[in-house]
């Protein structure tokens, strides 16, 4: 059975079938006003732009889902606390965790390329995790033949109620939409889950369906302080597929009893499920099909409950929309965080990976930030490595806001200053006529790696004059590299140059993001450096690492109290080298010590190249026996000298050069 799933459907039919592709329409991070949201006096229903809360990728927990046999990849991932405490980082070191998924896919991995060979394949399953940190050695996987919950059905969230883990799935139609939802209930032994045991009612009302729209409850539960179990759902609109969210409420110790509920209907509770169809029942637009809604004890919204979707269901965009109570009202949507996974595999799946259902951890969080996970999927066929088709997690941190976006700013390789002329122009004013080569840009993701926010269409015009005449000497058009960098047919003589941005992002996002805009004055005769400006990977402290193949940039350094640090940069391509340059601190004393060059065709399996030990120059310059490789890894064993105590890698370039 494939991944294609309900929730590749999901979006619509009718969407898919127009050729809507992911990377045709994805949403990206922006805000347009200089006003910061400090505090909630903004206000849900003002409408205000405001700067999102920062988010950055949870690598620990993302890792915790990558795995060579047995469980490699599901979807549908929620976390369920099996000892009922369900606050912000309410998990403890002995504290169990039930991991919910959906369509699971089993069988082994191969560790070098991570493609895989399919063995089986579940509609659900299931996951134990002893403590509150992502530790593999304590996470136990349910596979058995028929799924954790029953054979045929895709499952909702779920709760730990006494004795008992309660969820709801469902069963889909023909159009893989919601036909029929069972209450799920298993119990809890010794602290952890029988699922030889499972209890299922059939058909609840949980589900209403007519001509223009399908409700169903249960994709996401928040237990209230007042004592209710607030259970949310989604209307969806059969004509588009877009989803509304909605929600009803029980009494905790009624969960079970059916009878009991009771759907809100704009104004009221009432025992009438069909309440949920009106519009005056919707709570927030575009929310995806499985959702979370957090109380938040701590930071900015202290006191408040955090919606947290991927809008519009398949996007790239993750969002949270702030509410005053469980009911809301609820803020406008904020994107907090774009899910840089379509564009990374891009190559793999054809343009066909699509990111989908966030939602938070509240319990495996910690004091201050917000666990937040999302699905990768892709459209159409099945993933080709594991890399696809498990889950990814974030952390939203709740004090902090996220930087601004960066007002561009141009730089020249023969001195200038710039000038901004216009929301969508820069213009680089060289102080005199020069003859110009070429031009680099670092758009967006060469700072921040969301590459959704790069660049996408522009031009490049000279003139001699302020006023003009401008003459176009480069168009780009369909651009989603971190990096530009290009020389012209023949060089030119301006004074001036300037960018023009017809389209700013990926996306609909009209936001104008340039890390730097330079000038080239000449092509360069002298052998090239094949690593400039690559992209630069660390197992430790990566948010400044590119600097090591920024000639631009300052030292790199890595004072995380890891004693052997690797950087990585992706070539780009196969690439024949024969030599090597290190540039360290420059002090004697912390001038890296020890270390390995490594070369990769994959990333992942690694040959030593060269070993230097007790160096003591801020350079190294080493000429090596030729290889070919796409990836090259420095190996820090030893960054500095004995008599220094923080043993603190600093790098200020690492190049590589032709055989």
Known sequence: ?????????????????????????????????????????????????????????????????????????????????????????????????????????????????????????????????????????????????????????????????????????????????????????????????????????????????????????????????????????????????????????????????????????????????????????????????ELSVTPIPTGRYAGKYLLVYLRNVNSTGLEYAVGDSPIGPFSPGVRFYNCPDPYIYQAQTAGNTYCYNAKAHPSLSEPGRLLISYNVNRFANDPVTTEIYRPRFVWLDLSRLADRPNTPRATTDVAAVHDRTGSNRVVLDLGGLRTVSGYRIKHAGYQSGQTALNTRDFTIETAQRATGPWRSVDVVRGNVENLTQRHFGAPVRARYLRLSVQRPTQSDDTTTRVVEFAAVADVRSEVPDLAQYRPAHADAANDTVRNVTDPAAGLWVNDSGHTITSVSVDLGTDRTIGRYVVEHAGAADLNTRDFLLQSSDNDKLWTTRDSVNGNTSATTDRTVTSFTARYVRLVVTKPVDDTVPAKTTRLRALKVYPA
């Not at 347009?32 to 909630?40: F, G, I, K, Q, R």
């Open 1 to 289: 059975m494939s991944t294609l799933s309900r929730r590749t459907f999901l979006r619509s039919n009718v969407a898919l079938a127009t050729g809507l592709g992911v990377s045709a329409a994805l949403p990206a991070q922006s805000w347009s006003s200089p006003a910061d949201l400090t505090a909630p006096a903004a206000g849900p229903s003002s409408g205000a732009t405001t700067r999102p809360l920062s988010a950055t990728p949870a690598d620990e927990w993302t890792a915790l889902f990558d795995r060579r046999s047995g469980w490699i990849g599901a979807d549908g991932i929620y976390s369920v606390p099996l000892d009922g405490r369900d606050g912000l980082a309410a998990a403890t070191p002995q504290s169990r965790t039930a991991f919910i998924f959906s369509d699971t896919r089993i069988g082994t991995v191969d560790p070098n390329t991570l493609t895989y060979q399919q063995t089986g394949f579940l509609n659900n399953s299931s996951a134990v995790l002893t403590g509150n940190r992502p530790d593999p050695d304590r996470a136990t996987f349910v596979i058995p033949e028929k799924g954790a919950f029953g054979n045929g059905f895709w499952m909702n969230d779920g709760i730990a109620i006494g004795d008992t883990l309660y969820a709801t799935g469902f069963a889909p139609d023909a159009n893989w939409n919601a036909d029929r939802v069972d209450l799920i209930a298993v119990p809890i032994v010794n602290g952890v889950p029988d699922y030889a045991a499972v209890r299922r009612t059939e058909d609840v009302n949980l589900l209403v369906r007519n001509d223009t729209f399908i409700v169903m409850f249960g994709v996401g539960l928040t237990p209230g302080a007042d004592g209710y179990v607030y259970a949310y759902g989604y209307r969806n609109t059969l004509l588009d597929g877009h989803k509304d969210l909605v929600v009803a409420r029980v009494r905790r110790e009624q969960f079970a009893d059916l009878t009991a509920w009771r759907f809100w209907s704009g104004t009221a509770w009432s025992p009438d499920i069909t309440v949920s169809v009106d519009d005056a029942a919707v709570l927030h637009p575009d929310v995806s099909t």
